[in-house]
């Protein structure tokens, strides 16, 4: 307990901006699910990993120390290093989402307005949608044709790409605007992505689409209908920085998880001759509920490890409950860190604050811990002697004030096989607005809690 900046000497001090800097440049780079998953294989297969599809289709087997990922739908990703006791004995798991709130294109979104092409959107997650306007934003995503070709994209973040952007009214212009409430000032139909404005001469209506479907022709081989089978998310332009005089926090899209993403990757990625199986979850759709096939409500995780029993050539129905109902699991998430502008929705020394480390999460939920997974305090004692025993900073956390509001994780979604979960994250400012604001010692002291939790949760 206390401020983790006064414990490090100045080689520790180094270590935990060293550790943000990476961090930093994996978030600049990985701004979507997919994209996460696809840097996530890239480091996994580097670190000794091997794709269990290949495995099974292969009719190859398992055994201890051998370190596997599942793709899941290129959304979500589980690594497991299985140890040396058998599997039935339980994992000790970190799960992490890494999809974060953003605006997603309609399956028809192109069409032009006055002289003005755009790209209409649905929001996905809960934003602020004021907070989304008139910051330079990027594309990312698929577009998938009919003859199976998957066309990437990629457009906003390289020195040499255009931005993207939402209008908003200007404020001389704004006195009607400014009297709405702040959920209606910006309202969700109205999150047009300004897509271009320069009209083709030879045709005499939708001009400017014209010419921007020559540019989509020409630049990806696209046509207008291909976007009826594409997922392309409009999220914020530009990398993560340092923020503050003292580079001590991190102002980036998307803390939201991959904060308690990236280190628990770079935690199970680290490993070595484990006993307990280790895993790692990175998931989808949190954001939304945990939904769909992706999401931590698919089955996906629960059929993986029934094929990890089988390619032991040990698979049992009972077996895969036990291993399930025997595992202890961090879920990891993102907590609200007290804000001094916002003191009235604190709760009094029960709110993560930033420096203080690991932020343990006992229940979530709202209006009474409705929804969420309450942990029990006998794993709760368990956890305090594994960070203080590995000199972790760690501070328990809520939400913020009781009816302030509230919010939930995957952790009760994994309860329900009946193993140990707490909710284990890092405070963050700014929740789910464009840029998000951290703790570099929270997110390096996440990390060395989290590799504590895999060496050594029993
Ligand atoms: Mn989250
Ligand atoms: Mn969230």
Not at 95 to 107: C, E, F, I, N
Not at 386 to 410: R, Y
């Amino acid at each position: 307990m206390g401020n983790a900046w006064l414990k490090y000497d100045e080689k520790e001090t180094q270590t935990c901006m060293e550790f943000g800097k990476n961090y930093m440049e994996f978030i600049s780079k990985c701004k979507t699910e997919r994209v996460c998953v696809k840097e996530s294989i890239e480091m996994a297969e580097k670190a000794g990993y091997r794709d269990f599809k290949e495995i099974i289709s292969n009719g190859e087997s398992l055994k201890a120390q051998d370190k596997i990922y599942y793709n899941m739908m290129n959304k979500s990703i589980v690594l497991m290093h299985l140890g040396n006791d058998p599997l039935e004995k339980g994992m000790n798991l970190l799960g992490a989402h890494v999809d974060s709130p953003r605006m997603d294109l309609k399956q028809r979104p192109l069409y032009e307005k006055d002289g003005l092409v755009y790209l209409d959107t649905h929001y996905y997650g809960g934003i602020k949608k004021y907070q989304w306007v008139t910051i330079p934003l990027a594309l990312y995503g698929v577009i998938c044709k009919k003859n199976g070709e998957v066309v990437e994209i990629s457009i906003g973040d390289q020195e040499t790409d255009p931005v993207f952007v939402v209008s908003d009214l200007l404020i001389h212009l704004a006195s009607k605007q400014l009297q709405k409430s702040a959920a209606e000032v910006v309202e969700g139909e109205n999150l047009n992505v300004t897509f271009g404005s320069i009209p083709v001469k030879e045709e005499d209506k939708e001009t400017v689409k014209a010419n921007i479907l020559d540019l989509l022709k020409k630049k990806y081989n696209v046509e207008e209908e291909d976007f009826l089978s594409a997922e392309i998310e409009v999220v914020p332009a530009g990398k993560a920085r340092s923020c503050g005089l003292d580079e001590s926090m991190i102002l980036g899209y998307g803390h939201d998880d991959r904060i308690c993403a990236y280190p628990s990757l770079m935690a199970q990625l680290q490993m070595e001759n484990v006993d307990r199986t280790c895993v790692t979850l990175l998931v989808d759709k949190e954001e939304i509920g945990s939904v769909g096939a992706t999401g931590m409500q698919s089955r996906f995780f629960e059929n993986f490890v029934a094929e990890v029993f089988y390619a032991l050539g040990d698979y049992s129905e009972i077996k895969v409950r036990r291993a399930l109902q025997n595992s202890h699991m961090l879920s990891s998430d993102v907590c609200a860190a007290h804000d001094p502008n916002y003191p009235e929705v604190t709760s009094d020394r029960n709110m993560g604050e930033f420096g203080h480390g690991l932020a343990i999460c006992k229940y979530t939920g709202s209006r009474g811990k409705s929804g969420c997974n309450d942990a029990s305090a006998e794993f709760m004692a368990v956890l305090r002697k594994l960070f203080d025993d590995n000199n972790v900073s760690w501070q328990t956390s809520e939400l913020g004030k009781v009816d302030a509001g509230g919010g939930g994780t995957i952790a009760y979604i994994m309860g329900n096989y009946g193993m140990n979960v707490v909710d284990a994250g890092v405070p963050v400012h700014n929740m789910h607005s464009p840029a998000e604001l951290c703790s570099k010692a929270d997110i390096y002291e996440a990390y060395k809690g989290y590799i504590a939790f895999l060496k050594e949760c029993k």
